[in-house]
C-alpha cells in the first residue's frame, strides 16, 4: 500500500465493515457501504443545501465544527412542535440521531466535518 496525503477538502474516508479503510468521493448521500468522514470548508448556506433537510436512515451522524460557527436545525419529531437548534462554534460537535432530519445554517464561514453511513440518505425541500 502507498502512503500518501489525502486532501479532505477534496475526497473522503471510507471506513468499510471489513475493517479496510479507502479514499473516495466525497458526498452527502448515497455512496459505498460503511462509514463517510467527509470535510467540508463552507462559505454561504448554498454551499450546506441549507434549504434542504437531510435524513440518514442506516445511523446516527457526528456534524463537528473545526473552524468558524454554525446551527444545526433538527425538524420536529411530532406535528406541533417546535424545531430545535444546536449552535456549534470551533472545536464542538453533536450527535444527530438516527432517521433524524436535520440541515446546517451559518453564522460564518466554517469547517465541518461529518462522520456517518451515507447509504439511503434522503434530502427533503424546507417548506415555508
Do not use: N
Request: aromatic share 6%; glycine share 12%.
Amino acid at each position: 500500500m502507498t502512503i500518501a496525503p489525502i486532501d479532505m477538502f477534496a475526497r473522503a474516508l471510507y471506513f468499510h465493515p471489513d475493517g479496510k479503510v479507502g479514499e473516495g468521493e466525497r458526498r452527502m448521500a448515497g455512496g459505498s457501504d460503511g462509514w463517510h468522514l467527509g470535510v467540508f470548508h463552507v462559505e454561504t448556506d448554498a454551499d450546506l443545501h441549507a434549504d434542504h433537510w437531510e435524513m440518514h436512515p442506516d445511523s446516527e451522524e457526528a456534524v463537528c465544527c473545526l473552524s468558524g460557527s454554525l446551527r444545526l436545525h433538527l425538524r420536529q419529531e411530532r406535528d406541533g412542535e417546535p424545531e430545535s437548534t444546536v449552535h456549534l462554534t470551533a472545536g464542538t460537535a453533536t450527535i444527530v440521531g438516527r432517521g433524524r432530519w436535520h440541515r446546517l445554517t451559518l453564522d460564518e464561514p466554517s469547517d465541518i466535518m461529518s462522520i456517518g453511513v451515507r447509504a439511503g440518505s434522503k434530502l427533503e425541500p424546507v417548506v415555508g
